[in-house]
């Protein structure tokens, strides 16, 4: 079945430095989403990408909808504390346009 | 426009009783959807409902599990008889649309088996 990678697992960054993380398939994906969970929270969607080929910024964040349409990537530009939480990659399965598929998520931590 | 509300935040239940987590979609939004996070994982689909419908449950356990959407009302995700392995956060989800890429999630109730 589909499935998504994400890499890396986890990350320490230094506050003011740029992260990059990765989401990959076997499959083709229509739609990539990215989305934020902090502690004790729900995901928050950060960027809906619908197009191959299509980048797409939300403040310090963009992310890149992949050529092949079976990867995408988050960047995030000048990290601050508050970026640490979880960075899911989603997307809808190929049956279905509501049952949306999660990566098991990259946890981003800054040190101060 | 309050956000998905749900309810309660934590639920801590002995095994074999029944948990009843709930979930208030946003305001004008008719479809709802039930996902579960297991520790360290991503969320998995477990439901889709409309009103009054059960439009997907394939992601949902046959035995124990069962949900609504009444007409009036909020959703419920009920677990009967639970089991260790049923602690998890449970999120639901409320869209406008008949798809879930726009849909709105809600805080979640942390379920956690003794």
């Known amino acids: 079945g589909q499935q998504l990678n994400q890499s890396p697992q986890s990350m320490f960054i230094q506050e003011g430095e740029d992260v990059s993380m990765n989401c990959t398939s076997s499959?083709?994906?229509?739609?990539w989403l990215w989305y934020k969970q902090d502690p004790g929270e729900g995901p928050v969607l950060l960027i809906a990408l619908y197009k191959a080929g299509e980048l797409t910024s939300n403040g310090r964040l963009t992310a890149q909808f992949g050529i092949t349409r079976k990867d995408s990537f988050l960047n995030i530009s000048a990290s601050i504390p508050s970026d640490v939480g979880i960075y899911f990659c989603a997307g809808p399965l190929m049956d279905s346009s509501y049952k949306l598929i999660f990566g098991s998520g990259t946890r981003l931590l800054v040190r101060p | 426009n309050a956000g998905v509300m749900q309810n309660p935040r934590h639920l801590v239940r002995r095994r074999g009783q029944e948990a009843r987590l709930r979930c208030s979609p946003m305001k004008g939004h008719s479809h709802v959807y039930w996902y579960r996070q297991l520790p360290e994982e991503g969320l998995k689909f477990m439901v889709y409902?409309?009103?009054?419908?059960?439009?997907?449950e394939s992601g949902m356990p046959k035995e124990r599990f069962s949900a609504e959407f009444p007409k009036e009302g909020p959703s419920i995700l009920r677990i009967q008889q639970v089991v260790r392995g049923d602690s998890a956060a449970y999120f639901c989800?409320?869209?406008?649309?008949?798809?879930?890429?726009?849909?709105?999630f809600g805080q979640g109730t942390r379920l956690t088996v003794v």
């Open positions: 409902l409309q009103k009054e419908n059960i439009i997907d």
């Open positions: 989800a409320s869209s406008i649309y008949a798809q879930g890429v726009e849909a709105f």
């Open positions: 499959s083709i994906f229509n739609t």
